[in-house]
């Protein structure tokens, strides 16, 4: 059944159009996700739907009585109710029940089974029992138990006020309290902020099985691939749909690109061969009608637009004046903390060169404290850690206090490089999507995806041999991500970085250290590995009770691994040569126009000397674009080859 249907959406900020044509399905049990660009309009587009603003134009249809539940980003409760209370008050309903139930149980005691109304206040009694059933009124205390752990909150906790939580704790209780109001249609607005692995990992499987249909966006891209199944993509100003989950979309989206690339090449061939019989056979009596034909077949073409998507991804990479030590770091029963208190210990690992380790685990276990240490920016408690020689630092901080609040987004970084010139620091921040007036921006002013591309701009300037990332992927979009991605695979130096990001560990590390309140645990990989090792400790604790008391490390083959590494660094290769032939074909594309315009001048057009001159360059110029098309198809097809292996 269809639940909510937009027609020909569109929304305007201020003159300009923030996206059009939009057309979207949701159906009943539906698992939809929404993705695009950070300013695309996704959130814009989820108020509409969710009936909280309307469109400037188009239609959103709901089938009637649609329950609509919309939880916002980071939206939190404020409450003076207990954490229990307020999710009891998704029950009143239910309460309302009970008390009518609890009514006709004292009217029938005061009843004589023989009174005439006896019957009838039994039957009505039998009613309201099986409402309260079918609404779940005999487990609904189990369920909201079963959420309240879920989300990480203990049953001694019940009795917390809300008010007294955290900004993060508060907005995963509201996303509790919507899950057990169970509206026909939730829609969710990253989701995933906040949240640790273990539950990001309930959460996913509490959705699969969610009895309504779902539409969320998120940047968490191994959560869009365990939820959903539809993806639909606002790019370019409109929406585009696709089937199955992330990495299917984004392999569906790449062919559906160098589809239509080609038939738009193809396109402008035939076009290019119309207008030119027309121009030359147009004058001729002989060949007039056939002209006609022609220049009428053209008038009633539908012409493609040039397929293009949000290409305004930031660009960068790290560099290094020196290589450091084979020994990067050793980090020998440390215990760190604060004011002498203990949050995690006794932690002991290493890193060597070329490393790149991920360290994971729950919220508030030390993990940011831990870097802080490593950094000397806290005193360690007890133990010791030793940087290797030739070290340099470059420091990812999650809570962005790198940055000074009062100055513009230019002097944060010519402040540190005055003898720089205005114009390379500028070209720099260009490559971060800092373009024209907003250099000038007041950081703090800035959006959080604002100041991460900043802090990223900052490590970029610098020489680094040892990144140090604390939650680099929070505020940065799905396509800035995979830019971050990039840039990390082609460092040649070394990696230490805390991530909840699965994707993103999946995508860059090479151990996994799994840090908990009295240790540390490490694992080659990724982060599937790191969950493959886990399952099979667990198989083998399952069979030999005594295995969960030995010491384990667990790993993959590492010639495996190899093989994964070099299989990255061959698709990067021939997605940088897709990407240089297609900024060649633009560059001579431009080109080409700017000639054609100069051959259309009145001036020019009389001239046969300039007129051949200029044509002898455009024979050139098309020449050299018929080359850099071959060059595009070729290694979009080879891109396209290595996708589907």
Same mark, same amino acid.
């Given at each position: 059944?269809?639940?909510? +249907?937009?027609?020909?959406?569109?929304?305007?900020?201020?003159?300009?159009?923030?996206?059009?044509?939009?057309?979207?399905?949701?159906?009943?049990?539906?698992?939809?996700?929404?993705?695009?660009?950070?300013?695309a309009g996704k959130t814009t587009l989820l108020k509409m739907i969710a009936n909280i603003t309307t469109p400037d134009e188009g239609t959103i249809t709901r089938v009637k009585g649609l329950k609509i539940g919309y939880l =916002?980003?980071?939206?939190?409760?404020?409450? +003076?109710?207990?954490?229990?209370?307020?999710?009891?008050?998704?029950?009143?309903?239910?309460?309302?029940?009970?008390?009518?139930? +609890?009514?006709?149980?004292?009217?029938?005691?005061?009843?004589?089974?023989?009174?005439?109304?006896?019957?009838?206040? $039994?039957?009505?009694?039998?009613?309201?029992?099986?409402?309260?059933?079918? =609404?779940?009124?005999?487990?609904?205390?189990?369920?909201?138990?079963?959420?309240?752990?879920?989300?990480?909150?203990?049953?001694?906790?019940?009795?917390?006020?809300?008010?007294?939580?955290?900004?993060?704790?508060?907005?995963?209780? =509201?996303?509790?309290?919507?899950?057990? +109001?169970?509206?026909?249609?939730?829609?969710?607005?990253?989701?995933?902020?906040?949240?640790?692995?273990?539950?990001?990992?309930?959460?996913?499987?509490?959705?699969?099985?969610?009895?309504?249909?779902?539409?969320?966006?998120?940047?968490?891209?191994?959560?869009?691939?365990?939820?959903?199944?539809?993806?639909?993509?606002?790019?370019?100003?409109?929406?585009?749909h696709y089937r199955g989950n992330y990495s299917a979309f984004t392999k569906q989206k790449q062919a559906w690109l160098l589809t239509e690339m080609k038939h738009y090449h193809q396109q402008q061939e035939k076009i290019a061969k119309l207008e030119d019989f027309v121009n030359k056979n147009l004058v001729r009596a002989s060949t007039t009608k056939r002209a006609q034909a022609r220049r009428k077949q053209l008038e009633k073409m539908d012409r493609m637009a040039k397929p293009t998507t949000d290409d305004s991804s930031i660009h960068f990479s790290f560099h290094s004046d020196k290589q450091s030590g084979n020994e990067v770091l050793d980090v020998n029963q440390l215990k760190v903390g604060y004011d002498e208190t203990v949050l995690a210990g006794p932690l002991s690992f290493n890193e060597h060169r070329g490393q790149r380790i991920g360290i994971i685990g729950p919220n508030g276990i030390g993990k940011s404290t831990l870097l802080k240490?490593?950094?000397?920016?806290?005193?360690?408690? =007890?133990?010791?850690?030793?940087?290797?020689?030739?070290?340099?630092?470059?420091?990812?901080?999650?809570?962005?206090?790198?940055?000074?609040?009062?100055?513009?987004?230019?002097?944060?970084?010519?402040?540190?490089?005055?003898?720089?010139?205005?114009?390379?620091?500028?070209?720099?921040?260009?490559?971060?999507?800092?373009?024209?007036?907003?250099?000038?921006?007041?950081?703090?002013? $800035?959006?959080?995806?604002?100041?991460?591309?900043?802090?990223?701009?900052?490590?970029?300037?610098?020489?680094?041999?040892? $990144?140090?990332?604390?939650?680099?992927?929070?505020?940065l979009d799905i396509d800035s991500r995979e830019v971050l991605e990039t840039a990390i695979n082609d460092f040649d130096g070394t990696v230490l970085f805390i991530s909840h990001d699965r994707y993103f560990i999946n995508q860059v590390a090479t151990d996994v250290l799994d840090m908990r309140a009295n240790g540390i645990d490490h694992y080659e990989g990724n982060y599937d590995d790191y969950l493959a090792a886990q399952e099979k400790r667990q198989k083998q604790t399952s069979g030999n009770p005594t295995a969960a008391n030995q010491p384990h490390r667990q790993s993959t083959k590492q010639q495996s691994y190899q093989q994964s590494k070099e299989k990255q660094r061959a698709r990067r290769k021939i997605q940088r040569q897709v990407d240089a032939a297609e900024q060649e074909m633009a560059k001579l594309e431009e080109k080409q126009e700017a000639i054609k315009e100069k051959m259309a001048q009145p001036a020019v057009a009389t001239d046969i000397a300039k007129l051949t001159d200029l044509q002898q360059e455009l024979d050139q110029l098309n020449a050299k674009a018929s080359k850099a098309e071959s060059t595009w198809t070729e290694a979009a097809e080879q891109l396209e080859k290595f996708d589907q292996a």
């Open positions: 059944m269809l639940l909510l +249907q937009t027609k020909n959406v569109l929304r305007r900020f201020g003159a300009d159009v923030l996206f059009h044509d939009v057309n979207l399905q949701i159906n009943e049990h539906a698992r939809v996700a929404l993705v695009g660009r950070n300013g =916002a980003q980071d939206q939190g409760l404020d409450s +003076q109710n207990t954490i229990w209370h307020e999710l009891d008050t998704v029950f009143s309903p239910l309460h309302d029940l009970a008390a009518q139930i +609890q009514e006709n149980e004292k009217q029938l005691a005061h009843l004589d089974d023989q009174d005439p109304t006896y019957q009838r206040t $039994l039957n009505h009694y039998d009613q309201l029992q099986q409402r309260y059933k079918e =609404a779940g009124g005999y487990d609904y205390q189990s369920r909201m138990r079963g959420v309240l752990t879920g989300f990480g909150f203990s049953k001694d906790m019940d009795d917390l006020s809300v008010n007294s939580l955290s900004g993060g704790q508060k907005t995963k209780l =509201a996303l509790a309290k919507i899950l057990l +109001q169970q509206p026909q249609l939730l829609i969710l607005d990253e989701p995933t902020n906040h949240l640790d692995m273990n539950v990001l990992a309930w959460l996913e499987d509490y959705l699969k099985s969610y009895p309504g249909a779902l539409l969320v966006v998120s940047h968490d891209r191994y959560f869009l691939d365990r939820v959903v199944n539809e993806i639909y993509d606002l790019d370019n100003q409109t929406l585009r240490t490593l950094l000397k920016q806290i005193p360690p408690i =007890a133990g010791s850690f030793k940087m290797g020689a030739n070290i340099e630092i470059g420091y990812y901080d999650q809570e962005q206090q790198t940055l000074h609040a009062d100055k513009d987004v230019l002097d944060e970084i010519w402040d540190d490089h005055p003898e720089v010139p205005e114009t390379e620091i500028r070209s720099l921040l260009g490559s971060f999507l800092f373009v024209g007036d907003d250099v000038f921006k007041p950081i703090h002013d $800035l959006s959080g995806g604002e100041k991460a591309r900043l802090e990223l701009t900052k490590l970029a300037f610098i020489p680094i041999n040892f $990144l140090i990332l604390d939650e680099p992927t929070n505020h």
